[in-house]
C-alpha cells in the first residue's frame, strides 16, 4: 500500500508542531505529513490543492467548525478518510462526528495511541481491503 497523505486541521500551532512529529515518527513509510491548516477555510483551499489521502480535523475550529470542514469535504471527496479530533471525548461528539461524515473520532488525549490505527483501518476500509488482524500488546 502506498503511503497515505495526510493533512492536518487545528488552529493550536502547538498542537500541530506536535502532530508533525507524531507523523514522522510513527508508521513512517506509511503515513506521510502534506500540509496544515489552522482554520477550515483554509483547509479546504489546502485540500484542494494538495488532494490528501486523509485529513484529521480538530472539531471546535474558529469560524467553521471541524465538523463543517468534514462534511463540506466529505460532499467534495467521498473516497478522503476523515478523522475528527477534540479535548472531548464523549458520545454526543463522537456521534456528531460521524453524522458530519467523519470515519473515525479520536480524542486529543489519546493521539499517540489511537490516531495512527484509526487513519489505517479507515484507509483500508476505504479502499476495499481487510483490516489487519488485532496484536497483543
Known amino acids: 500500500m502506498k503511503p497515505l497523505s495526510v493533512m492536518f486541521v487545528d488552529d493550536n500551532p502547538t498542537f500541530l508542531r506536535i502532530a508533525t512529529r507524531y507523523l514522522a515518527t510513527r508508521h513512517p513509510g506509511e503515513l506521510v505529513l502534506v500540509g496544515t491548516a489552522g482554520t477550515a477555510e483554509e483547509a479546504l483551499e489546502l485540500a484542494t490543492r494538495l488532494h490528501p489521502d486523509a485529513v484529521v480535523a480538530d472539531i471546535a475550529l474558529p469560524g467553521l467548525s471541524g465538523l463543517e470542514l468534514i462534511g463540506r469535504l466529505r460532499k467534495q471527496r467521498a473516497d478522503i478518510v476523515l478523522i475528527a479530533l477534540t479535548i472531548h471525548d464523549d ?47
Open 91 to 137: 458520545e454526543a461528539h463522537r456521534q456528531a462526528a460521524g453524522a458530519a461524515g467523519a470515519d473515525g473520532f479520536v480524542a486529543k488525549a489519546d493521539l499517540g495511541t489511537d490516531l495512527a490505527p484509526a487513519l489505517l483501518r479507515a484507509a483500508r476500509s476505504r479502499r476495499g481491503q481487510p483490516a489487519p488482524p488485532p496484536q497483543d500488546r
